[in-house]
């Protein structure tokens, strides 16, 4: 394998269409990228990049901003362009399940794609590592199975927040309680659910402060999807006054800090997490299904951890 020579922070659907010339000089190739918009802020090739080099693959992973309009043009470029696989964040992930050629159960059942590969003729595979890197996420966090938990979903309008919530009914979760700002927005998602879990297990409530502490009391495990946490100055989604020592929360906002809901969390001597386990689980079942081998997942942990800590600098 060649000298790593740097590459740039992001690159544009312009530049892919271009992308043989504009990444001539790139050593090793970059294969494997994150589509968003915005894209910046992706902490998955630092974790990529690590697995890659763990494991002697002569590839890199890069960030590509890919607005809405592109989306299913550039995926179509892959192929063309040499691309192992690629990851789908904010807001392509419903897109990208629309434009596979082949979506598999995962993909189907949350509602989107997070990981592509880019297969034989440029065919394009889908799937959703979302739900089962929550399993793992929450296995390692907490020791927990979702089928013993009532679980308490907050934010479950979101894209998150469904894939979640589709990911506890799925796993036969004990209780299923989804909680939005407005809740009527939850009845698509409700009415899907159904379908496979059952009706009395299933609560709909509006995110306001009774009816949050009603549902708390009947929840064992809290699942933050909203963005409530994510800014300076945010409190946290749950007031800590609301929370008992029982419950479990689990935040999938990614950071090196602890989350105004872990804060909160701390006051009461809860026990808490945050999104990082979630993505480095992801992101190594990602790595598997572009390579079918195992993750190095100790070295895409620490390259990840290393990253956040970079960014609090």
């Given at each position: ?162 894939a979640v919530a ?69 409190p946290s989604p ?76």
């Amino acid at each position: 394998m060649g000298r790593r020579m740097p590459m740039k922070e992001v690159y544009t659907f312009e530049e892919l269409t271009d992308w043989k010339r504009v990444t001539a000089d790139e050593n090793p190739p970059l294969r494997l990228a994150v589509l968003g918009d915005p894209v910046a802020h992706s902490a998955s090739p630092p974790m990529h990049n690590a697995a890659l080099a763990a494991c002697g693959i002569d590839a890199r992973y890069c960030r590509l901003h890919v607005q809405a309009d592109e989306l299913e043009e550039a995926l179509q470029l892959l192929w063309e362009k040499g691309f192992i696989g690629v990851n789908c964040t904010i807001p392509h992930k419903l897109n990208a399940l629309a434009a596979v050629d082949d979506a598999d159960e995962d993909a189907n059942r949350a509602g989107g794609v997070n990981t592509i590969v880019v297969g034989p003729g440029g065919r394009l595979k889908g799937s959703s590592t979302d739900g089962a890197g929550l399993v793992r996420a929450l296995k390692e966090e907490f020791d927990v199975e979702l089928q013993d938990l009532r679980v308490l979903v907050l934010g479950a309008g979101g894209g998150a927040g469904r894939a979640v919530a589709k990911q506890c009914a799925y796993s036969g979760a004990r209780r299923l309680i989804l909680i939005n700002r407005s809740p009527e927005k939850l009845q698509p998602l409700h009415d899907t659910i159904v379908e496979t879990y059952p009706r009395e297990r299933l609560f709909v409530c509006p995110w306001e402060e009774p009816a949050l502490a009603a549902a708390l009391d009947h929840a064992d495990l809290v699942v933050n999807c909203s963005s409530v946490g994510m800014k300076p100055g945010d409190p946290s989604p749950i007031p800590a006054a609301l929370l008992s020592r029982t419950h479990l929360l689990f935040d999938t906002i990614y950071t090196a800090e602890r989350t105004p809901l872990m804060l909160a969390a701390d006051t009461v001597g809860a026990r808490s997490a945050n999104g990082l386990s979630m993505l480095l689980h992801q992101g190594a079942l990602s790595f598997e299904k572009w390579f079918d081998r195992p993750a190095p997942v100790e070295a895409m942990r620490q390259a990840l951890l290393e990253s956040m800590a970079r960014r609090r600098e």
